[in-house]
């Protein structure tokens, strides 16, 4: 089974930056070739931040973070990172980690996409 395990969360100010990592475990050579990034406050619904596919390199961003965030796989597909510049108190939240098979355009921000989760590492943004 697929261990995701995240690492790079902390407590920044506003306008700093932070790179959260991502790596995998027990994968086979398509179970991780979606892998996402997700964020969720208390009382809100988990909401996709970025994605990456394999197949062609497509990345996805939330509006939110475009042009702020960036996500990026190394090579052998275990690690995925997400470096977070200019992060403002509303990206405050647990980040987790997803992996899935398969993703798009469409599903890339959908929960049901991903059957593998991390345990999510807290990120504070003061003001």
């Known amino acids: 089974q697929i261990q995701l395990e995240e690492s790079g969360g902390g407590s920044v100010q506003a306008g700093g930056s932070l790179t959260l990592s991502c790596a995998a475990s027990?994968?086979?050579?398509?179970?991780?070739?979606?892998m996402a990034w997700f964020r969720q406050t208390p009382g809100k619904e988990r909401e996709g931040v970025a994605a990456?596919?394999?197949?062609?390199?497509?990345?996805w961003y939330a509006d939110s973070v475009k042009g702020r965030f960036t996500i990026s796989r190394d090579n052998s597909k275990s690690t995925v990172h997400l470096q977070m510049s200019g992060l403002k108190p509303e990206d405050a939240a647990v980040y987790y980690c997803?992996?899935?098979?398969?993703?798009?355009?469409?599903?890339?921000?959908?929960?049901?996409?991903?059957?593998?989760w991390g345990q999510g590492t807290q990120v504070t943004v003061s003001s």
């Open positions: 990456i596919y394999t197949g062609e390199g497509t990345t």
């Open positions: 027990r994968y086979t050579s398509s179970s991780t070739d979606c």
């Open positions: 997803a992996a899935g098979i398969f993703c798009s355009g469409v599903t890339w921000n959908r929960r049901w996409n991903f059957g593998t």
